[in-house]
């Protein structure tokens, strides 16, 4: 049986850290929506927002597809903001991938700490990225986010330091590995 770690919330909650940190402890690979889009921006071009938001989709889609190819027994993090596209889509792409079992770490942090996340790492961030006009957006979007609460969650407040021993703790029976 395959399975996914949905590291999920929105655009400097912390994802990326978590991930990396449960990837370290764990040996399993990373797949993040960032790591597959930048190289198209680098070969096609950086476009507008709904040129970027397709190959989020299309990003999004091979994620699910490098899975479906992969050997059973075998478990993913995927970081991402699962939120950007409708439920039905993730279902979709689970099924497709052949993924048994899930478990999501819901990262959030308060909207006027994610707005200074995001503004202070600009100029770390691909240029295909959304820049500094897509901060009050962000701001709107940290109000509503919610998990997807698709299989067991654990729930981490980024402000505060992370027990990455704790996350690893509830994974693995959550992921029915024990």
């Known amino acids: 049986m395959k ?6 919330g929105i655009p400097a909650t912390g994802k ?3 991930a990396r940190a449960v990837s370290q402890r764990m040996g399993w690979i990373i797949l993040t929506l ?3 889009k930048e190289p198209f921006f680098d070969q096609l071009g950086i476009g507008d927002r709904e040129f970027n938001r397709a190959l989020g989709r299309a990003s999004y889609h091979a994620i699910w597809s490098i899975i479906r190819d992969a050997p059973d027994d075998t478990t993913f993090i995927i970081d991402a903001w ?3 596209q409708p439920r039905e889509v993730l279902e979709a792409h ?3 991938a052949g993924v048994g079992a899930t478990a999501e770490i819901w990262c959030h942090t308060p909207p006027e700490v994610l707005a200074k996340r995001y503004g202070d790492r600009l100029d770390q961030r691909h240029a295909g990225h959304p820049g500094a006009a897509f901060i009050p957006e962000l701001i709107e979007l940290a109000k509503r986010a ?3 609460d698709r299989g067991p969650r654990f729930d981490v407040d980024t402000t505060q330091a992370t027990d ?3 996350v690893l703790a509830w994974l693995r029976p959550a992921l029915r590995l024990e």
């Open 16 to 18: 990326s850290t978590i």
């Open 34 to 36: 960032d790591t597959v």
């Open 82 to 84: 699962f939120g950007f």
């Open 164 to 166: 990455i021993e704790a």
């Open 94 to 96: 689970i099924e497709r």
């Open 3 to 8: 399975r996914a770690v949905l590291v999920n």
């Open 146 to 148: 919610a998990p997807v």
